[in-house]
């Protein structure tokens, strides 16, 4: 059973938003830190955002002023907020959970969710 889940992927024009879920429920030990990946064909998978558990937050300077994350502790859900996205957005993105924030580097993930595809294009 996956320990972490994401939903919202899915096709949007450029310039248009998509906000993506991710359940964190099944993450008890490695939540202490919580980041969005995402890999597009041909790419290395690649560190976009992460959050601690007391909000503190980090981004790369490609999502910086479009990508947003937030994470609610009670309904244990990790969120990533995504505007004015661009064909370059375009990629499978990915849920991850480390013991140590920031957890940008793939070295720093315990757990990844499944993937969520996110197509940017006219």
């Known amino acids: 059973q996956a320990q972490l889940q994401e939903s919202g992927g899915g096709w949007v024009q450029p310039g248009g938003s998509l906000k993506l879920s991710c359940d964190t429920s099944?993450?008890?030990?490695?939540?202490?830190?919580l980041a969005w990946f995402r890999q597009a064909p041909n790419q290395e998978r690649e560190g976009l955002l992460s959050?601690?558990?007391?909000?503190?937050?980090v981004f790369t300077d490609s999502v910086k002023g479009r990508f947003t994350i937030s994470r609610d502790n009670a309904r244990h859900t990790l969120y990533l907020e995504m505007n004015n996205l661009k064909s370059d957005d375009t990629a499978m993105y990915y849920c991850?959970?480390?013991?140590?924030?920031?957890?940008?580097?793939?070295?720093?993930?315990?757990?990844w969710g499944q993937g969520t595809q996110v197509t940017v294009s006219s």
């Open positions: 959050i601690n558990y007391f909000g503190a937050k």
């Open positions: 099944g993450e008890t030990v490695n939540g202490a830190c």
């Open positions: 991850a959970a480390g013991p140590r924030w920031p957890c940008l580097s793939k070295t720093d993930i315990a757990t």
